[in-house]
């Protein structure tokens, strides 16, 4: 599905979050969402998703008509209250498709993604009763058994150790491939962003500050832009580029301040 944004803008109340912005998303995409707390980000995914309102043009395949069953979303915290099975809570990623009945290829399109995440022996467990990361990857499983065209992740992996985390943006990247979904990813680590996204936006202050390939926009330069902090650009023995924070240059930290320092 081609994702077009055309001025898209959003405010709570008067305060205006994400000003005016232009962007495309097409199938077989991974479009990285990265920048600072506050940014926008989550506000970006949300209007996309349908969750907050926005101004300005959203085109779904060139139509503004949002697509009912097509869109999964992933909020950044997710909670359930709720005595459900992780099978169960997954399955309700299948509402749109189920009948009735809970058809056995239902259940089918279950099993495969809970071992496809690798997460299969925790089937029968109460959700309420996970770890973090485990719950976070019960909702991911959830986004995916429902086959979006359009899939919207909001840090999907905040919560996860660096295998799982690594482990599902592979998932992620070779889903979106594989199934030629439209994909939507917030990350907080720079470098996952440069490895598992092939497109990247850059926000700060609701404002796009660049958009491209990760080569392009994830530079020392835009970094410390954005961040206010400095990195270092390194090769690895294969060829990848990793960035490493060296030192934040805090805001509020100004020149009276680093005088007061050294004069004591
Ligand atoms: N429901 C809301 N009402 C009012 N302001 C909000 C609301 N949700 C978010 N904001 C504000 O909108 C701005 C953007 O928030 P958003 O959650 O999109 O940032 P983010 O880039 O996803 O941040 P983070 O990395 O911390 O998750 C912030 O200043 C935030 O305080």
Redesign the pocket.
């Known amino acids: 599905m081609n994702i077009s944004l055309q001025s898209l803008s959003v405010a709570?109340?008067s305060?205006v979050?994400?000003h005016p912005i232009d962007l495309c998303a097409q199938p077989g995409r991974v479009l990285g969402i990265v920048?600072?707390?506050?940014?926008?980000?989550?506000?970006?995914v949300?209007a996309v998703a349908g969750q907050v309102k926005a101004s300005g043009q959203l085109l779904f395949n060139g139509s503004a008509q949002r697509p009912s069953g097509s869109i999964a979303y992933m909020p950044?915290d997710q909670l359930s209250l709720a005595a459900l099975s992780v099978l169960e809570v997954v399955l309700l990623g299948r509402l749109q498709q189920l009948r009735l009945k809970v058809q056995p290829d239902d259940l089918a399109a279950v099993r495969q993604v809970l071992q496809r995440l690798g997460i299969e022996e925790l089937a029968g467990r109460d959700v309420r009763e996970l770890s973090g990361g485990q719950r976070q990857m019960v909702f991911l499983a959830q986004a995916l058994v429902s086959q979006p065209k359009l899939l919207l992740l909001?840090?999907p992996i905040s919560a996860l150790d660096i295998c799982h985390q690594l482990e599902v943006l592979e998932v992620v990247y070779q889903t979106t491939r594989q199934q030629m979904l439209t994909t939507l990813l917030?990350l907080?680590d720079l470098n996952a962003a440069a490895r598992f996204c092939d497109d990247v936006v850059l926000?700060k202050d609701?404002q796009l500050l660049a958009c491209g390939s990760p080569a392009q926009v994830l530079t020392v330069a835009h970094v410390a832009q954005a961040f206010g902090v400095e990195t270092e650009a390194l090769r690895c023995a294969d060829g990848t580029g990793v960035l490493v924070p060296k030192r934040a240059v805090p805001k509020h930290i100004n020149a009276m301040d680093d005088i007061a320092r050294c004069a004591l």
């Open positions: 709570y109340g305060r979050v994400l920048g600072p707390n506050g940014s926008g980000k989550s506000t970006l949300k950044q909001d840090e917030v907080h926000l609701g």
